[in-house]
Structures are given as C-alpha cells and as structure tokens.
C-alpha cells in the first residue's frame, strides 16, 4: 500500500495558518494557507458519489487514513473520468509549492472555463503547465500596481498548453515570498523549509 496522498496531508497540515505575502515584479498579494482547501487542490472531491456533499476539513479526515489504491479506487468508481487528472495533481502538487519562488503570474483569460480564479502562478514541468489558481477574497479581477490584493487558492490544474493564459497582458516572475510571524513582521519563507509536524490546529 503507498500513501503519497497522506504524505502530502501531513506535509501541507504544518503550513496551516501561515499568511503569506508574495510579491512579483509589479504586483503584491497576501495568501492564507490553510488545511481545508488541500483536498480540492489535489481533487479528492472526485472520490465521491455525486450525492455526498463532503468538503473541507471533514473531505480531508474521510480521505487521510486511506492508501493511494483505496483513494484511486473511489476515483474509478465515482468519477473515473478523473483519474489521470488527479494522479498528475498528485505527482506534482508538492512539487510546485516547493519550487512556488520559480513560479510566474498570469491572467486567467479562458472564456467559458468554471475555473473562477482570475490569476494563476504557473511552472513547468515533465513538457506540463501547471496552473495554481488564485482568487480575490474581494472579487478584484486586476492588481493594482504597488496594491496589496489579498487572493485565496481556488484550484491547482495541469494542462499541455497555455490555453488558460494566452491572452494574459501580464506575465511577472515572483521575486519574494514571505511569511507573517508572530510579530507581525515579514521574513522570507519557502516550502521546502525544514518539515516539522504539529497538532495542525486546523481551521475552515
């Protein structure tokens, strides 16, 4: 039995509560990441029968103590039409945030998409876009120069093209992330800093 899916559980659950502020060539944006958003970024709602309405923290629990073959067993039968996007979303999501530093801004410009984020942070890997979707808590669709937005992540997609951001007037390298500590103050932040497991103190 693997259990990379409980890897990545336990990885993500020690960054809960941290605020980020992440700032790009022209623009600057606070993030809050949490416990709760994890299963939807990696599509674990896909393990579901289309009448469970599972989400959140109590999406996270029903799915933490099972293996990967269990995970991608309720995939198959629910909605199996998502599997490979899932086992993609898992085999890089880690990835992505480690390397989040490396990673650009664009517009999302996609007409027609359910995809609600109006930006992404996007990497490439494997000849893959991969596409982290940041919404306005506000429902700002622009970034105002030297303005701090705050954004939430909505979703994390892979796709073979830039099919979601060809029209995109903006495209910045991100030049820093830092976390908020207890102080208040900034100080530089990286996901690939030292993994150290808590009680997770979880919250929606």
């Known amino acids: 039995m693997n259990h990379k899916i409980k890897d990545i559980m336990d990885w993500w659950s020690q960054f809960n509560k941290t605020h980020l502020l992440i700032s790009t060539t022209n623009s600057k944006f606070n993030i809050e990441i949490k416990t709760s958003i994890l299963p939807h970024l990696l599509g674990l709602q896909y393990t579901l029968e289309e009448n469970q309405l599972i989400k959140g923290l109590d999406l996270f629990y029903f799915c933490y103590n099972k293996s990967d073959e269990e995970i991608f067993g309720l995939v198959r039968n629910n909605n199996v039409t998502m599997l490979q996007s899932i086992s993609d979303r898992v085999d890089t999501f880690r990835y992505f945030m480690e390397n989040l530093e490396s990673g650009e801004l664009v517009e999302n410009t996609k007409v027609g998409t359910s995809i609600n984020s109006q930006h992404f942070i996007i990497e490439n890997k494997d000849n893959k876009i991969l596409h982290l979707g940041?919404?306005?808590?506000?429902?700002?669709?622009?970034?105002?120069?030297?303005?701090v937005i705050d954004k939430k992540l909505e979703t994390y997609i892979l796709a073979n093209n830039d099919k979601y951001y060809k029209d995109s007037l903006i495209r910045e390298r991100i030049i820093s992330i830092e976390k908020y500590n207890e102080q208040g103050e900034l100080e530089p932040f990286s996901f690939k800093e030292e993994e150290i497991y808590n009680d997770y103190g979880m919250d929606m």
């Open 134 to 147: 940041l919404l306005s808590v506000s429902g700002e669709n622009t970034l105002i120069e030297y303005t």
